[in-house]
């Protein structure tokens, strides 16, 4: 069973009434509830940016296999401490995946060591055209070659990313720019998955296609082991073989 | 030409003998000495902890193409706000070539994303034998397949780097360790270099496949523009195409 | 269940008294008997080189899943038909687990597009030492960071594949060399891995280490549906979106 | 000076009125006088499928540093043997840009080992917009972040290839479809470059950023050396090294 801890910084749905219409209960409500409907989905928590703190504890963040991150706007109060847990987390195993504009969120900067929030972007309910590059990948199982969204922000190239050790998803948007909207890396034992879509004022989180793939992602990003720590021994380690010259 | 800056530590040869011996003007005063017979090598400037806030400025990064990076006991030392200038400049197209120890660096760590210190190691003045597997790269132009290093410390995997762009080099050593001891990576518009050779009580930088490796991934790194600030429009862009639905 | 095709030349096995001794039902029957013991792996078929123009029939492989190739000396005596339904097959996305001399097989150069018989080797019963340097990643589940053979074929860099996606295993040789004994790469819909493990005159497919990789494998190169075709359309497709300009 | 070879099919010049119009002398002639303009190229010859049997000889081979290959309808047509000679070079060093539907062509499809053919089409002159996505790369050098092609064939994923090593260009289409225009790997020794634009009956090889881009790829795709060939000792190497145990 894997246990997911999803984070949302769950300030748009209290503050903006056009976003509180789409997620009265939050973005992290409506992630819980397509996730728990899957039966290798254990124990899901949630942390939001008002109680981070306590809930992105370090027992909490041991017990948890994979990390979902939706932030936006307030990503420069995410506390540093609790940053610091998570990447530890991701480098001992834990999955990690970033949703939208988590692009930008202070545990992905870190772990990508890049401008991952430097893109293109427009605000224009632009329709966006996804499409699959990786038929035979888990993150990918049960989708078609292409699925659209109505309507979502414009993120556009270049995208200052590291080269992806896989990419997913490319994303065409009706204003000319294109994405890469699905990418993998792997960081220390931690798997990380960024997908692309869901901005707050769109029902995104309610399409079928998007909880596929984000369910699937969970899954993917699950370690073989819960803590997968690598051991090189401790300071100076003897030798293992002998040899003569 | 190509503006070149050397940072080193440069404690070790100040307190201990041994390495006095060896390097009795520093580190950087041997690479310097090398690089500066290479016609495409301009300015050569040289940083030490000691006066690294200085030396190391906004100015001096600006007109710098490649940075080369020793250091070893105080990295904790290098001021945080220096290893902000180097990762800026590194983003924006600065060339970093990383030696040695400089793998458990400030400014490695934070480009990687990942605990880049951790690896195997032994101080126990093994042969090193390094292998070649890039024949047609910049890096190992004018090498050969394999080179000895007749006393290196030894470093082993698994070593916490991200996967390499490109691997150029692994390395075996006598005690029955290997590691990948050329790997490059892209962060940013910047290009890295890692280079595993060089422990400070052995006189390996005076060796010609060594001084080689250095020269050619100095000029490998060297950006194509001395900076590569990728344009993405300011705020919301206006859409460059229009469509209908 | 996953349905699985072991090919092994079984030529050593019968003409050589040294092989016969160590595998006298041939490489494949060890292979067989060892996966046969996962419960996640259904029908076990193998083929020969005596009889593979048959059993690797079309049918056949359009019913397996994840194919095994261990071939040496007869390469080029595998009928082209043969394995040209074989590379159809993984890029229609079933899974190839190359062993050890395979790495000259045809169907192997064939999927690579290079020179992948390039290697040092050496027939010297020399340790080799191999290094898991992919903690969390399915096909080490269960290994150490290291474990030993006590003789193999020697095998060294450089090794003419194309950078490999991942690389999971490298091998450390008691007489130098150094190898990427363990790769993987994605090709169409399919997975490939290469591992170097497994001279004929060795008993090292009777090693735990060594089925535990193989048995991984077989799992990891396992497709998501057991056709995976991606659906282009077909000739001149309509388009999807229609704008003004 | 790097000694270049275009490759170009040379029927559509020939029998289509539309494409003669746009390339009277054909699309190698055009190639040709731009990439002659720059001081770093020396010898440029031509060969097409009617002669490609003499003008692709071992010798002819031997002495070209990069290969330009456009073939569209043809491919079939292309001996088998001058194939080899081509495919063998490129492991020696030699550099190959790969131009439009030469995606589909014996050369790169063997290289590749992929069904590079596949991928959604249209001729239908749609508008397409390439976008920059490697600012400090040798092949995007003078370029800015995002230009277009006023008429081109329409390409889109998913694209049958292998994991490129650096993805350059992706395009967006009027249509709806976006691709990896502009990829490069290493085969062997060889560097290869594909670049998506260039349909025939368009004059897209008289736009000044293709030009570009196929003068820097040209540069980028030549060799350290004409002749790069890995020395991996004959047959069973001796041990470099010597251990006890």
């Not at 309610?206 to 300071?235: F, M, S």
């Amino acid at each position: 069973m894997i246990n997911v801890m999803i984070y949302n910084e769950f300030v748009h749905e209290l503050k903006d009434e056009k976003v509180k219409a789409v997620y009265p209960d939050g973005i992290h409500s409506v992630i819980k509830s397509f996730l728990e409907k899957d039966s290798s989905i254990g124990k899901i928590r949630c942390a939001v940016l008002e109680d981070h703190r306590q809930t992105l504890s370090k027992e909490a963040l041991d017990d948890t296999d994979v990390l979902v991150w939706w932030g936006h706007m307030r990503h420069q109060e995410v506390d540093d401490e609790a940053v610091a847990r998570v990447c530890r987390r991701v480098l001992d195993g834990m999955g990690l995946v970033v949703l939208h504009s988590g692009h930008a969120s202070k545990p992905f900067k870190a772990l990508m060591g890049t401008d991952t929030h430097l893109l293109r972007w427009r605000e224009a309910g632009e329709k966006v055209r996804l499409w699959n590059i990786a038929k035979n990948h888990p993150i990918t199982r049960g989708l078609s070659e292409t699925f659209t969204i109505p309507h979502d922000e414009t993120y556009g190239e270049p995208f200052g990313i590291p080269n992806p050790d896989e990419l997913i998803f490319l994303s065409w948007f009706q204003g000319g720019e294109v994405f890469r909207s699905g990418c993998t890396w792997r960081r220390g034992e931690g798997k990380v998955f960024y997908f692309q879509s869901g901005h707050e004022t769109f029902p995104i989180y309610y399409q079928n296609e998007v909880q596929l793939v984000i369910t699937n992602a969970v899954k993917w990003a699950c370690p073989v082991e819960r803590h997968c720590v690598a051991d090189r021994g401790k300071g100076n380690t003897p030798a293992l073989e002998q040899i003569r010259n």
